[in-house]
């Protein structure tokens, strides 16, 4: 359990900034899935790992069932080295080039094309393997515009109106069309979003002859504050099962139900914790200053996304309105006027919904260090990944002699 004394002792024997993530956390999550859609003919769950990559917590995952979800070829060899197997691994991408599919083919991952020239492409060379379509369902939906990608001004996926289109590419090249696929965004909260996405699948894959699965990607919803609401999962799996057997029947065959989801397994499982340099005030604003910023955490600036932020070092303390700021050289605003008990410098803010798109969003702007990150799981701590050193900010420089 990931309480502040726990917390606090990891910040101290790990330093800050820390990535912190509770492993059992994250299996909790995958059991309550795999459980609501326990009535599905075969479920297969692809962790979305592009919202956390570290091969430990994919290892994690893999020990309890899951695959894997990849949207780059870098992310299917980093699944490969977690001890996926290449039938567990799905690759999903967008907008890549024919030769990183190629070499995807080589490495024997399932392969969705999400336009008509790479379905193209991949019949003239690769009729014998069965490919899956993504389809854009055309459904504006998601925590917010970055993170919609289900309607038709998004870049993602084939339009309906294009489907004679694939029928034509897929009859002339004599391809296996084995499944349809789509992602429609981000943090959905209302199950009708997911079921109308699904109604649209289950039309597509009518038309083809040999589909084995539907995949309806990910994007549930997860709590960011108390008492914020959830896509209610069993609701709406109870809901799916049941559309998706009666599609199955009239199909004439038990297909695989597929989900991709990042946050909702990993999202809650994590904590930032940053120490603070400088507390400054104006005479409006108390400015909190850690030793992190948007090079660390950037949801809060680029989403405009809501992280919980406590203070670990004095949890009783008066409560007080903060700017939480970080120190690089641009307006790095995690929080404004937030409700937090008193900082002093040398504090540790504990961020929530660490978990997801946080580290694996990290970079080095202003030549700073990526954080550590520690894994907790069944009572014991693992540091997974060590702090940067300057060696890895020149590692790749090649200095010239002017
Ligand atoms: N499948 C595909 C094809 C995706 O592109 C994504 C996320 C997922 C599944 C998982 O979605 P999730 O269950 O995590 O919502 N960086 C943003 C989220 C971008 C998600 C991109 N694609 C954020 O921090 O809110």
């Given at each position: 359990m990931l309480n502040n004394e726990k917390l606090s002792a990891l910040a101290q024997e790990y330093g800050c900034p820390l990535y912190v993530y509770d492993a059992n956390k994250i299996v909790a999550q995958y059991q309550r899935l795999e459980n609501a859609f326990r009535n599905a003919p075969a479920l297969r769950i692809n962790y979305a790992m592009k919202a956390l990559s570290n091969i430990n917590i994919l290892k994690v995952l893999k020990s309890v069932g899951s695959c894997v979800d990849c949207v780059s070829i870098q992310e299917v060899q980093t699944a490969?080295?977690?001890?996926?197997?290449?039938?567990?691994?799905?690759?999903?991408?967008?907008?890549?080039?024919?030769?990183?599919?190629?070499?995807?083919?080589?490495?024997?991952?399932?392969?969705?094309v999400d336009n008509l020239s790479l379905l193209a492409q991949f019949g003239d060379h690769y009729s014998n393997i069965p490919v899956s379509i993504r389809i854009n369902p055309n459904i504006k939906a998601g925590g917010n515009q970055k993170i919609s990608v289900g309607h038709s001004g998004s870049k993602f996926g084939i339009l309906t109106d294009k489907l004679d289109e694939v029928i034509k590419i897929s009859t002339s090249k004599n391809l296996i069309i084995n499944g349809v696929h789509m992602h429609t965004g981000s943090d959905i909260l209302d199950p009708e979003v997911f079921l109308k996405g699904a109604e649209v699948l289950f039309e597509v894959a009518k038309k083809f002859k040999n589909i084995d699965f539907i995949d309806f990607g990910g994007g549930f919803k997860v709590a960011y504050k108390e008492g914020d609401p959830t896509t209610d999962i069993e609701y709406f799996a109870d809901q799916l099962t049941q559309r998706f057997n009666q599609f199955c029947q009239s199909y004439g065959k038990e297909l695989t139900m597929?989900?991709?989801?990042?946050?909702?397994?990993?999202?809650?499982?994590?904590?930032?914790?940053?120490?603070?340099?400088?507390?400054?005030?104006?005479?409006?604003?108390?400015?909190?200053?850690?030793?992190?910023?948007?090079?660390?955490?950037?949801?809060?600036?680029?989403?405009?996304?809501?992280?919980?932020?406590?203070?670990?070092?004095?949890?009783?303390?008066?409560?007080?309105?903060?700017?939480?700021?970080?120190?690089?050289?641009?307006?790095?605003?995690?929080?404004?006027d937030r409700p937090i008990s008193e900082i002093s410098e040398g504090d540790i803010l504990s961020f929530s919904n660490a978990g997801a798109y946080c580290f694996s969003m990290a970079s080095n702007y202003n030549s700073r260090f990526k954080p550590a990150e520690v894994m907790i799981y069944d009572g014991n701590d693992y540091l997974i990944r060590q702090r940067e050193t300057i060696e890895d900010i020149l590692k790749n420089q090649i200095e010239i002699n002017l």
């Open positions: 490969l080295t977690a001890g996926f197997t290449p039938n567990n691994i799905s690759y999903t991408p967008s907008g890549v080039s024919f030769k990183e599919v190629k070499k995807a083919v080589d490495l024997g991952v399932k392969i969705t597929i989900f991709e989801p990042g946050k909702f397994l990993v999202s809650e499982s994590g904590k930032f914790l940053a120490r603070v340099n400088v507390v400054k005030s104006t005479s409006s604003i108390t400015f909190a200053g850690i030793d992190a910023g948007l090079n660390h955490l950037i949801r809060p600036m680029y989403y405009n996304a809501y992280h919980h932020i406590e203070n670990i070092s004095n949890p009783n303390g008066a409560i007080q309105n903060y700017e939480v700021v970080g120190y690089i050289c641009e307006n790095d605003t995690f929080a404004k």
